[in-house]
């Protein structure tokens, strides 16, 4: 049996500075950490927020950076691991990215989003080469951000690399609620995984967010949900439950037996 305790901090999408992004990441792994959880993820471009590409231009970072070490150093103190939204500079790109820094601050994985789904997207990311996956605490885990998810074949290919645990910093309108309602449990029941989806909290009628980030499981089920407020959903997860779901269907193998043409 392999557990996992997983907090997905559902932050106010507030404009902040570089000093309020990481006082206010400090307090969350520190409070996840009090709770019990092993890994925080954060939204969607945390670092910048979310639709503004002078602050995304402003705010982009190079691996090895003085605020990504900084994150670092916080993963290492609360002793959480951290998924850290941020845009990220690279051979003169900017790229939607996701640093996934371990319980020891030791950056374990750095993803950059595929799929571009507007204007503001496009006019200022380029696209990602797609998942990989690593180990957290002996867990087979793969990022991918927001939009990405709306696609079978990405989550797919996590899952044939051999993901257990899909982990997405998003930023999803309430118009898409869909999304965190359906297309998200229905994500994790097809492949066979655990989804941990992080979106921004809802600051009120008129939000830009849902609020309702949620913890799916294999089974099809969400086993914790936002409710719009900021703060921490937590839920502990068991890997044993997705082989237990591939005894009753292996989606995986069986979709081998057959072609579609």
Same mark, same amino acid.
């Given at each position: =049996?392999?557990?996992?305790?997983?907090? #997905?901090?559902?932050?106010?999408?507030?404009?902040?500075?570089? !000093?309020?992004?990481? %006082?206010?990441l *400090?307090?969350a792994?520190?409070?996840?950490?009090?709770s019990?959880?092993?890994v925080?993820?954060?939204p *969607?471009?945390?670092?910048?927020g979310?639709?503004c590409? @002078?602050?995304?231009?402003?705010?982009a970072q =190079?691996q090895?950076?003085?605020?990504?070490?900084?994150?670092?150093?916080?993963?290492?103190?609360?002793g959480v691991?951290?998924v850290f939204?941020?845009p990220? $500079?690279f051979e003169?790109? $900017?790229?939607? &990215?996701a &640093?996934?820094?371990?319980?020891?601050?030791k950056l374990?994985?750095?993803y950059?989003k595929?799929?571009?789904?507007?204007k503001? *997207?496009?006019s200022?990311?380029?696209?990602?080469?797609?998942?990989e996956?690593?180990?957290f605490?002996?867990i087979k885990?793969?990022?991918?951000?927001?939009y !990405?998810l709306e696609?079978?074949e990405l989550?797919r290919?996590a899952?044939? #690399?051999g993901a *257990?645990?899909?982990?997405?910093?998003t930023?999803?309108?309430?118009?898409?609620?869909?999304v965190?309602?359906v297309?998200?449990a229905?994500?994790?029941?097809e492949?066979?995984?655990f $989804?941990g989806?992080?979106?921004?909290a %809802? !600051?009120?009628?008129?939000s830009?967010?849902?609020?309702?980030?949620t913890? &799916?499981?294999?089974?099809g089920?969400?086993v =914790?949900?936002?409710?719009?407020?900021?703060g #921490?959903?937590?839920?502990q997860?068991?890997?044993? #439950?997705?082989?237990?779901r591939m005894? !009753?269907f292996?989606f995986l193998?069986?979709i081998?037996t057959?072609? @579609?043409?």
């Amino acid at each position: =049996m392999t557990l996992l305790t997983i907090a #997905l901090f559902q932050a106010n999408p507030k404009v902040r500075s570089i !000093d309020g992004v990481l %006082s206010e990441l *400090e307090v969350a792994t520190k409070d996840a950490a009090q709770s019990g959880a092993e890994v925080l993820v954060t939204p *969607e471009l945390f670092l910048s927020g979310y639709g503004c590409d @002078i602050s995304v231009k402003a705010n982009a970072q =190079m691996q090895g950076s003085p605020i990504l070490k900084e994150v670092s150093k916080i993963a290492k103190a609360s002793g959480v691991g951290i998924v850290f939204g941020y845009p990220e $500079i690279f051979e003169n790109n $900017i790229y939607n &990215s996701a &640093s996934v820094f371990d319980q020891n601050g030791k950056l374990i994985n750095n993803y950059r989003k595929v799929t571009l789904p507007n204007k503001f *997207e496009k006019s200022t990311f380029k696209v990602g080469d797609g998942p990989e996956v690593f180990e957290f605490k002996g867990i087979k885990c793969a990022i991918l951000i927001c939009y !990405d998810l709306e696609f079978p074949e990405l989550a797919r290919r996590a899952a044939h #690399l051999g993901a *257990e645990l899909i982990l997405v910093p998003t930023a999803l309108r309430p118009k898409w609620r869909l999304v965190s309602d359906v297309v998200v449990a229905s994500r994790a029941y097809e492949n066979a995984v655990f $989804i941990g989806y992080c979106d921004y909290a %809802s !600051d009120g009628p008129n939000s830009k967010y849902t609020g309702c980030s949620t913890i &799916s499981a294999p089974t099809g089920e969400h086993v =914790m949900r936002g409710t719009g407020d900021e703060g #921490l959903i937590i839920a502990q997860i068991d890997t044993d #439950l997705a082989k237990l779901r591939m005894n !009753d269907f292996d989606f995986l193998s069986d979709i081998e037996t057959f072609q @579609i043409k």
